[in-house]
């Protein structure tokens, strides 16, 4: 007799972390690897964990096997069967594997980090073989997925009613009333491109992060002790979240390999999976203004050519210098341009998202996707909560910067945000996320643009068009001609 209440294939440690959270949360799991032996120490070594990781009767609802035919055996109908594998050509593969052992109306979940355009396709043939499909982002990391992730589930709507009480269960819950962060995004590949965004916005607040203790190191000299102080502070203000806790631990880590703290020993080269690229790349595609995510895409290319840095380094010059005003005073003019920096991240993320809608005739709630986002994965923050309220107030809000609480925001910020910009660019200090934010800001603001110009040198060049403020039609100038007549 079926045991199984789902599947779940792929045992690194993302998909080991599921099964335990599931089996914590009183699921039966079968389980299976690719590499035989992954599966065997996997569920052989349950009972020696510690309890708080398996709980009491978790390794008695996980099952190990080998082959995917008994796997599949033994699963209850509509059989479930979750997928953590590397995106891409491996996906398919199990796919294509799984695809004859199954009947109508059972799951595929690919839980993995796959590019949105796999998961519409995917759903689209996994239907035509009359099964269900469900792409859904993970987000949180090991800690996430075994204490609860935040979950984006999209593909066929028919699945949800019957993977919601699994996914639900095993989420992040937040508060009023332990609310999963956990539910349905939309059809197609709408789970994976919400976890897209989400990714994209980390990226963002991350790169900011990184600005502003840039700043306060080397325009200030701050020491790591006075960084810890600084920004445990800021995480009890407006700008309390998971990547503001975790920099300000990271000051305390002293090096114990050598002298002094760790973070000043690490190589400065950053790297990256590509969810970033893929949002920065699809942006270009819809015509979204995606300023400040891609700035911070190009941060880390940039921070990965250190050879070339260190050679431009002996050649290159600019000025220099430590900021020698109100030291108080520039702390804080540095948090609210961080702030007013990282709304401008958030609000060009959710046009995009609305873009996206309209590209792919997906119907999306941006107000529920912000309370995803509350609770077990990395952008976590105390503002979601305002993001939440503004869609509530207006589901229609076409930018987040026309949100009241956002305006007057980012007008309280303003003064702050353009003093750092200044100092920090006569100190020759680089600011990719804050400077392109505040560019797109008063971008967005102004109600006229130099394009006039640059489509009237399109149009001498190319004869490609332009059109008039004063009359309606497409108009154009032979420019040369017009010029010896002026």
Known sequence: MPQHDIALIGLAVMGQNLVLNMANNGFSVGVQNRTASVTDEFVGGLKGRPKDVVHEGTADRIVGYQELEDLVKNLKRPRKVMMMVKAGAPVDSLIEQLIPLLEPGDILIDGGNSDFRDSNRRTEAIEKAGLLFVGTGVSGGEEGALK??????????????????????????????????????????????????HNGIEYGDMQLICEAYFLLKEALGLSNEELYRVFDAWNKSELESYLIEITRDIFTVKDKDGEGHLVDTILDTAQQKGT???????????????????????????????????????????????????????????????????????????????????????????????????????????????????????????????????????????????????????????????????????????????????????????????????????????????????
């Open 148 to 197: 609860g992730p935040s979950i984006m589930p999209g593909g066929s709507k028919a699945a949800w009613p019957h993977v919601k009480d699994i996914l639900q269960k095993i989420s992040a819950k937040v508060s009023p009333g332990d609310a999963p962060c956990c539910e349905w995004v939309g059809p197609a590949g709408a789970g994976h491109y919400v976890k897209m965004v």
């Open 276 to 486: 970033g690229k893929w949002m920065s790349q699809h942006a270009l595609d819809l015509g979204v203004p995606l300023t400040l995510i891609t700035e911070a895409v190009y941060a880390r290319c940039l921070s990965a050519q250190k050879e070339a840095r260190v050679r431009a380094s002996k050649i290159l010059s600019g000025p220099s210098g430590t900021f020698d005003g109100d030291k108080k005073q520039f702390i804080e003019d540095v948090r609210q341009a961080l702030y007013a920096s990282k709304l401008v991240s958030y609000a060009q993320g959710f046009v995009q998202l609305d873009a996206a809608a309209d590209e792919f005739g997906w119907k999306l709630n941006n107000g529920d996707i912000s309370l995803l986002w509350r609770g077990g994965c990395i952008i976590r923050s105390r503002f979601l909560g305002d993001i939440k309220a503004a869609f509530d107030k207006n589901p229609d809000l076409e930018n987040l910067l026309l949100d009241d609480f956002f305006r007057k925001a980012i007008d309280q910020a303003q003064p702050s945000w353009r003093r750092v910009i200044a100092s920090g660019v006569t100190l020759g200090i680089p600011m990719p996320g804050f400077t392109s934010a505040l560019s797109y800001f008063d971008g967005y603001r102004r109600a006229r643009l130099p394009a006039n110009l640059l489509q009237a040198q399109r149009d001498y060049f190319g004869a490609h068009t332009y059109q008039r403020l004063d009359k309606q039609g497409t108009f154009h100038t032979d420019w040369l001609h017009e010029r010896k007549l002026s």
